[in-house]
Every structure is written in structure tokens, then in C-alpha cells.
């Protein structure tokens, strides 16, 4: 064989040697890429799956919590609710948001507690009927997948307020005081299908979420048990509020308002009906509430299409 056919021979040997061996490394890569992308999403879709099971188990915590329409459980829920759990997006006082502690909760398996959270938001001053639920869970170093991520949101209507439908026309002039117990009916003519534990219940949680009067938004329901005569100058023509004396303020005798107090809205002594009068040229608008068509507002239920997989 002629000596420079043979180099030539051994060239191109060499190259296909070379080119075999780094087809054959590329191929390798490409498989182990895509075993590690399949692996991740397998992780991804486990640590999905895990908090899934954390919010159903947190939904069926509140489903429980208010089960009875004991509005009360609202209070106890929101207890531990700080300004510095809400995201910038949702800002106190207007928001109400709370992180709810993992150790109060049964957790599925290999969750990371310090790495993950459960978070509840509710506009108390529109919307306190309405929470927000995020789930975020990041996984353990008991899982192989430890480090994966995933967030889950779900809205969830409670039975804090009812559709205000008021019976009649609400008087704007002040009527005379009874001797007797306020009937029910005077109760409806001014508030609708809202119970005085509801209107109770959303006072608390303002108060809770840090509105006043000088907030914004201003806060909207005054629930008071006090027998002191009322001096604060509250509401606007544009936001008028609600000021409810409770039986406890008004036993044995109604309080009075201060002649340098105008409440702009609507103001009802619960104990004998006692000069109820509304000084809102409508509707009060701080009794109005939104529910879907049809909808029971005394259950727990999950807001239709609220679900999703996705971070604030």
C-alpha cells in the first residue's frame, strides 16, 4: 500500500472514530436532559399534587369552622391576621390578611414547614364575605424532588353577609321610641337579610384589619356594645356608614348622640328601636354586598373559576 494512501486511510478512521464518539456523547446528554426535564416535571407534578391536598385540607378546616353560621368563629379565625402578611398588591388596612400557622393544620407528607405557606386575604371593606386562599408547598429533603415548588389559589365565599333586599323603603325621619322589643321586621327595614351577627361580625373584622374613620378606605360598619354617649363624627355623603347600638349599649337606656357628632348614614339602636333614622340620600351602599345569582349564602362554597395554579 502506498504510504501516503495509508495516512489518508488512518485520517479518516480517526475522524469517524472522533465523530462516532461525540455523536455517541450527544446522545448521551440529549437522553440524560431529558431525564433530568422528565424528572423535574415529575417532581413539579408531585409537589403540584401536594399542595392540592394542603388546600383541600384547609378548605375543609373553614368548611367546618363554619358550618354552624356561628359568625362568631369568624374572629377566631382572623385572630392572628397582621398588616404584614398581605402582599403589596393587597395592602392593609383595607385588606385583612392572615398566614395561617402549618402547625395548626394535618400536613401531607414531605412538606418543607419552614419553606412553605398558607395564606388567606379578604377585602373587609367590600368584599368581607369573600377569601382569597394561596398554597404555596415546597417539598423536603425526605422527597428526591426536595426544592420543587408549586402555588395553588382557590376564592371561597363564607356565610359572613346576605343579599341586602330590604322590605320596604327605609324612613328618613326619626321615629318616635317604643316600650317594647324591636320586632324583627323594623330590624329588616333597615338592614335587609343582614342579621345583627353578621353586621356584628364585619365591624369586628374592620376593627381586626385596622380601618377607621380616617383610614382609606374610611371604614364602613360601627358595631358598638358601649352605653357612652357617641361623639365621633363619622361618614360622607359619598360613603355614608352604618352605626349600630346593641342591646347590651342600650340596657337599661339607649346612649346618646353628642350634638357635635354627624354620622352620615345609616344609625339603629337594636333595643327597642329607638330613633333609627338614615341621613344617606340612598340606598346605603356600606350594606351592599355581591353574590352570584342563586347562590346559598349559608354555606361555604368555592368561588366558580377562582382556581389556579400560579404565584400572586
Given at each position: 500500500?502506498n504510504p501516503?494512501?495509508?495516512?489518508?486511510?488512518?485520517?479518516?478512521?480517526?475522524l469517524?472514530?472522533?465523530?462516532?464518539?461525540?455523536?455517541?456523547?450527544?446522545?448521551?446528554?440529549?437522553?440524560f436532559?431529558?431525564s433530568t426535564?422528565?424528572?423535574?416535571?415529575?417532581?413539579?407534578?408531585?409537589?403540584?399534587?401536594?399542595?392540592?391536598a394542603?388546600?383541600?385540607?384547609?378548605?375543609?378546616?373553614?368548611?367546618?369552622?363554619?358550618?354552624?353560621?356561628?359568625?362568631?368563629?369568624?374572629?377566631l379565625?382572623?385572630?392572628?391576621?397582621?398588616?404584614?402578611?398581605c402582599?403589596?398588591?393587597?395592602?392593609?388596612?383595607?385588606?385583612?390578611?392572615?398566614?395561617?400557622?402549618?402547625t395548626?393544620?394535618?400536613?401531607?407528607?414531605?412538606i418543607?414547614?419552614?419553606?412553605?405557606?398558607?395564606r388567606?386575604?379578604r377585602?373587609?371593606?367590600?368584599?368581607?364575605?369573600?377569601?382569597?386562599?394561596?398554597?404555596e408547598?415546597?417539598?423536603?429533603n425526605?422527597?428526591?424532588?426536595?426544592?420543587?415548588?408549586a402555588?395553588?389559589?382557590?376564592?371561597?365565599w363564607?356565610?359572613?353577609?346576605?343579599?341586602?333586599?330590604?322590605?320596604?323603603?327605609?324612613?328618613?325621619?326619626?321615629?318616635?321610641?317604643?316600650?317594647t322589643?324591636?320586632?324583627?321586621l323594623?330590624?329588616?327595614?333597615?338592614?335587609?337579610?343582614?342579621?345583627?351577627?353578621?353586621?356584628?361580625?364585619?365591624?369586628?373584622?374592620?376593627?381586626q384589619s385596622?380601618?377607621?374613620?380616617?383610614?382609606?378606605?374610611?371604614?364602613?360598619i360601627?358595631?358598638?356594645?358601649s352605653?357612652?354617649?357617641?361623639?365621633s363624627?363619622?361618614?360622607?355623603?359619598?360613603?355614608?356608614?352604618?352605626?349600630?347600638?346593641?342591646?347590651?349599649?342600650?340596657s337599661?337606656?339607649?346612649?346618646q348622640?353628642a350634638s357635635?357628632?354627624?354620622?352620615?348614614?345609616t344609625?339603629?339602636?337594636?333595643?327597642?328601636?329607638?330613633?333609627?333614622?338614615?341621613?344617606?340620600?340612598?340606598?346605603?351602599p356600606?350594606?351592599t354586598?355581591?353574590?352570584?345569582?342563586?347562590?346559598?349564602?349559608?354555606?361555604?362554597?368555592?368561588i366558580?373559576?377562582?382556581?389556579?395554579?400560579?404565584?400572586?
Amino acid at each position: 500500500m502506498n504510504p501516503s494512501q495509508g495516512m489518508v486511510t488512518l485520517w479518516v478512521t480517526t475522524l469517524l472514530v472522533i465523530a462516532t464518539t461525540v455523536l455517541g456523547w450527544m446522545t448521551l446528554q440529549s437522553i440524560f436532559s431529558e431525564s433530568t426535564r422528565s424528572q423535574q416535571q415529575m417532581f413539579a407534578a408531585q409537589a403540584l399534587a401536594t399542595s392540592e391536598a394542603l388546600l383541600e385540607t384547609v378548605l375543609a378546616t373553614l368548611e367546618s369552622a363554619y358550618a354552624h353560621n356561628d359568625v362568631g368563629i369568624d374572629a377566631l379565625v382572623w385572630s392572628q391576621a397582621l398588616a404584614a402578611h398581605c402582599p403589596a398588591t393587597k395592602p392593609s388596612p383595607q385588606w385583612q390578611c392572615l398566614r395561617w400557622s402549618l402547625t395548626d393544620l394535618p400536613l401531607p407528607e414531605f412538606i418543607d414547614v419552614t419553606a412553605s405557606q398558607v395564606r388567606l386575604l379578604r377585602d373587609v371593606r367590600y368584599a368581607p364575605h369573600k377569601i382569597k386562599i394561596s398554597v404555596e408547598v415546597t417539598l423536603n429533603n425526605q422527597h428526591p424532588g426536595a426544592g420543587s415548588r408549586a402555588t395553588v389559589q382557590q376564592g371561597l365565599w363564607i356565610p359572613l353577609t346576605t343579599p341586602f333586599m330590604p322590605l320596604q323603603e327605609v324612613s328618613t325621619t326619626q321615629d318616635s321610641q317604643t316600650t317594647t322589643d324591636c320586632p324583627p321586621l323594623q330590624w329588616q327595614k333597615a338592614f335587609g337579610n343582614l342579621s345583627p351577627s353578621q353586621l356584628k361580625a364585619i365591624s369586628l373584622a374592620q376593627t381586626q384589619s385596622g380601618l377607621s374613620a380616617h383610614s382609606f378606605p374610611a371604614r364602613s360598619i360601627y358595631w358598638t356594645d358601649s352605653p357612652l354617649t357617641w361623639t365621633s363624627s363619622l361618614g360622607t355623603t359619598l360613603a355614608p356608614v352604618v352605626l349600630v347600638f346593641s342591646e347590651l349599649a342600650c340596657s337599661p337606656q339607649c346612649p346618646q348622640l353628642a350634638s357635635s357628632a354627624a354620622v352620615i348614614g345609616t344609625v339603629f339602636f337594636q333595643s327597642q328601636c329607638a330613633h333609627f333614622f338614615n341621613t344617606a340620600e340612598k340606598a346605603n351602599p356600606a350594606l351592599t354586598f355581591s353574590w352570584p345569582e342563586g347562590i346559598d349564602t349559608s354555606k361555604v362554597q368555592r368561588i366558580s373559576g377562582s382556581w389556579k395554579n400560579a404565584a400572586y
